[in-house]
C-alpha cells in the first residue's frame, strides 16, 4: 500500500509488508494508520486507497508491440478487480507533466539510469523492475445516509446495515499481487511458445543503475 486516503505512505523496506495489516511498507508510519483507520470506522465513512505492485528480475522482451501490449495487459487485468478506478503504469498520469529529457528512461553500459516508464518499453518488458499502481475507490455501502431513487424513480434515502469495510484497498492489495502475476505468467508461457531458443545478440542491460 503506498497511500490510504489522505496519507502517503513513504517506501522503506520489503521486509515490512508482512508484518502489518496495511501492508505497509514503512512499519514507523502504521500507528497513525490505525489512528487514521479507527476514526474513520467510527465516524461511519470510507476511504480509498492506493497500491503499487512490482515485480523484479523480469527478463526483457515480454510482451509485443501492439496487440497484447505487456502494459496493456496488466492495465486489463488490474482495472477487472472490483473497486479499480485508475490503473498506472511507471510514473502514469504523473508522465503528462514531464519533459522527454525527464520521462526517458537513458541508458548506459552500466544500466538504466531510471524507471519512468515502468519496466515497459514499446509493450515489451525492458529488463528493469515492471511497476504498476492501482485506485481504490471507497466503497459506498455505510452507514451514513446518502440520496437515491427507488423503482418508481421517487427519491430515497439509502442506509447501509452490516459489518463494511471502511477501506477495501486494504484487502486489495494480495490480489493485485496474484494478478500481476499471473499476466507474468501469461507472458512468460507465451514468449516461450513463440521464441523457443531463440537468443538476441543484444547484451541484457541491468536495471535501474545504483
Not at 496519507?7 to 502489518?20: M, T, Y
Not at 474513520?40 to 496487440?67: C, F, M, T
Not at 509493450?123 to 440520496?147: D, F
Not at 511458445?193 to 547484451?203: I, R
Amino acid at each position: 500500500m503506498s497511500a490510504l486516503g489522505p496519507i502517503d505512505i513513504p517506501f522503506e523496506s520489503w521486509d515490512a509488508i508482512d508484518n502489518n495489516a496495511f501492508f505497509s511498507p514503512n512499519a514507523a508510519i502504521v500507528p497513525e494508520l490505525e489512528e487514521y483507520m479507527d476514526a474513520l470506522r467510527k465516524s461511519g465513512d470510507s476511504v480509498g486507497a492506493k497500491i503499487s505492485v512490482v515485480a523484479e528480475n523480469v527478463p526483457p522482451g515480454w510482451g509485443e508491440p501492439l496487440y497484447d501490449k505487456l502494459d496493456a495487459d496488466l492495465a486489463h487485468a488490474l482495472m477487472g478487480l472490483n473497486a479499480v478506478k485508475g490503473v498506472e503504469i511507471g510514473d502514469g498520469m504523473e508522465a503528462a507533466r514531464q519533459k522527454g529529457t525527464e520521462h526517458r528512461d537513458e541508458i548506459t553500459p552500466d544500466g538504466f539510469l531510471s524507471n519512468h516508464a515502468g519496466g515497459v518499453l514499446g509493450g515489451i518488458s525492458s529488463g528493469q523492475a515492471v511497476v504498476a499502481h492501482i485506485a481504490i475507490k471507497p466503497t459506498s455501502s455505510m452507514r451514513l445516509p446518502g440520496r437515491s431513487i427507488d423503482l418508481n424513480g421517487q427519491p430515497i434515502e439509502v442506509v447501509t446495515h452490516g459489518r463494511h469495510d471502511p477501506c477495501v484497498g486494504i484487502r486489495a492489495t494480495p490480489i493485485a499481487e496474484a494478478l500481476m502475476a499471473i499476466v507474468l505468467m501469461d507472458h512468460a508461457l507465451r514468449h516461450r511458445a513463440q521464441c523457443g531458443d531463440v537468443a538476441s545478440a543484444t547484451p541484457v542491460v541491468p536495471g535501474q543503475a545504483g
